[in-house]
């Protein structure tokens, strides 16, 4: 089991960047595939972007392309999200999400989220 807990969420204004943490406890992080989801207000969750075991693979939603980048460190326990160029359509509570399946259409642990609200 592993236990993510998300931080660096806040109030931008468009055009900004912000960079998300995901701290990460328990056994073999480096196992897991690390993931991003969103949930804006009245919206379904959504993917964001997600990265394999050892970084060798990213995927990405449309929206995000050549703006948002997922990394993460294995002996820090941690994944990141740099979001560059952030619009109003950004704003969404952001969570962290790991599972041992790079294409898992479900992930299995969650973090409790933390809030990004990008103003026009």
């Known amino acids: 089991q592993v236990q993510l807990v998300e931080s660096g969420g806040g109030l931008v204004q468009a055009g900004d960047s912000l960079r998300l943490s995901c701290a990460a406890s328990?056994?073999?992080?480096?196992?897991?595939?690390m993931g991003w989801f969103r949930q804006a207000p009245g919206k379904e969750r959504e993917f964001v972007a997600a990265?394999?075991?050892?970084?060798?693979?990213?995927r990405y939603a449309d929206s995000v392309k050549g703006r948002f980048t997922i990394s993460r460190d294995n002996a820090k326990n941690a994944v990141s999200l740099q979001m560059n160029s952030l619009k109003p359509e950004d704003t969404a509570v952001y969570y962290c999400?790991?599972?041992?399946?790079?294409?898992?259409?479900?992930?299995?642990?969650w973090g409790q989220g933390t809030q990004v609200i990008v103003s026009s």
């Open positions: 999400a790991a599972d041992p399946s790079f294409m898992a259409a479900s992930y299995a642990y």
């Open positions: 328990g056994r073999s992080f480096s196992s897991y595939a």
């Open positions: 990265i394999s075991t050892r970084s060798i693979r990213t």
